[in-house]
């Protein structure tokens, strides 16, 4: 990236009776001065003249508090040029425009990262949203009546079609799903939950926490590792509003355990009368074993296994934007959306663009591996991987090396396991390759390996890899080929413009 001047300091005097601070701070030109010069001219073309004054401003008070304190220590600044406050305030107005979220490449080996971002949207979601941005739409009007319309009307067929439910609802993301179901449905009575399905998500969500917050009472049955169906039927009583499961998103209890599955749940809570409600979290539309991937019970059988409510994310492995999904019996569905929470937790127009076309991507299962990214990443062919990391392995080792000189560091093609992530399946991983970057061993590593890292998370698109075993991990599972040029281009451009300075 081009440096901008930074007011110079020039050589120490070679004048000694010279008191170059003294002077440097009479010399201090006003922004009167500054604005009349041809290069504030441009920059005023650009981003107008209240916003170069204050920069113009703040570059000549930079200057003089920085020669101020030279003064109090007896050090010397000299004089600058007029044209150098004007490149300060110039890059500095280039920084503000920097925009704070920005594209990085996801190297992490983590399809579903959530810190970044989680799912991919596909190029259908992509277009569908850029042409909701820009326009009006029918988001709640009727376009058959002519009346007032329910935005969740343009999603629920969809929705009921994929999964067999009655009905269908959309909130912002899955935890509001949880919050607005207890809320609507167990407000003040009590909701079943096992012990060992009490989960904590990414720290802010906890189970506890958001049956308080929903004015539900927790009724925790079994034990951590073993829950059986009897310990469920014990708990019901009067105020019992609903049996609840929750996927263990993030965690696998193994050994000697027992949990109810949703099967055998609900012909008991048949009998007494009370729905059960699933929190499937990552909520998959498809059984994912046809891809090759590990199977995840899918929102459909859950729904025809007799659950009452089924909630889940729009951005796990679903693939499409960050919403929450409920599905289920009509009667559940209505009160949840009469709920006034349900207004505050609505989801917008982007969103619903976003969604619509990714679920209907589930139309053609045959042809997700390709339409769906996030489904493309995952079932991407360790063998595919391989290639690019043979392929990019010398390109990146060249432009590593000219970008630090002296780390004499190694490139290496090494097997790795990516993760599913966003607690989807999280104990399966699946084989892929990455490029490990690994620094000379010595005293030095752990310093060389620090550089590397913040090097690449400094790229203007930042590429965040994973440190692990002494080398940088960059597991090429989420770097598409078509984005393999820019990849390395950007590299090459950034090696180019470290040798021109
Ligand atoms: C991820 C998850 C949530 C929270 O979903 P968000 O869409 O991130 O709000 C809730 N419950 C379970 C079981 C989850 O896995």
Sequence with gaps: ???????????????????????????????????????????????????????????????????????????????????????????????????????????????????????????????????????????????????????????????????????????NNNAAAVLLSLSALAYRREVVVS?????????????????ARA????????????????????AIGERTALLMKVHCSNYAISGFTRAVEVQELVPLARQHGVPVAVDLGSGTLVDMSRYGLPHETTVAETVAAGADLVTFSGDKLLGGPQAGLIVGRRDLIRKIKKHPLKRALRVGKLTLAALEPVLKLYRSPELLPQRLTTLRLLSRAPAEIHAQAERLAGPVAAALHALLPGEALTVAPMPCHSQIGSGALPVDRLPSYALCVTPASGKRRARALQAVERLLRGLPRPVIGRIANDALWLDLRCLESEHETAFVAQLQATTQSESRR
């Design 1 to 171: 990236m081009p440096v901008h001047g930074t007011p110079v300091d020039s050589q120490p005097s070679a004048t000694p009776d010279a008191v170059p601070s003294r002077s440097g701070l009479a010399a201090l030109p006003s922004v009167d001065r500054l604005l009349a010069l041809p290069q504030s001219a441009a920059l005023i073309e650009l981003h107008g003249r209240t916003r170069v004054v204050t920069h113009l401003r703040r570059s000549v008070e930079a200057r003089r508090a920085a020669l101020n304190e030279a003064l109090q220590a007896g050090r010397e600044l000299g004089v600058s040029d007029d044209g150098a406050f004007v490149a300060t305030a110039a890059a500095a107005i280039e920084r503000e425009d920097q925009p704070r979220l920005r594209a990085v490449y996801n190297l992490t080996g983590t399809v579903l990262h959530t810190n970044l971002g989680r799912a991919l949207l596909p190029d259908a979601a992509v277009a569908s949203v850029i042409a909701a941005l820009g326009a009006p739409t029918n988001l709640e009007f009727d376009l058959s009546s002519g009346g007032r319309g329910d935005r969740d009307d343009l999603i629920d067929g969809i929705l009921t079609e994929l999964t067999g439910a009655e009905a269908a609802t959309v909130v």
């Design 195 to 211: 012990r060992g399905e009490l989960v904590e998500i990414g720290g802010a969500f906890r189970i506890p926490d958001i049956m």
């Design 215 to 234: 004015g539900a009472r927790l009724r925790e049955v079994g034990t951590t590792n073993r829950t059986h169906p009897t310990d469920y039927t014990d």
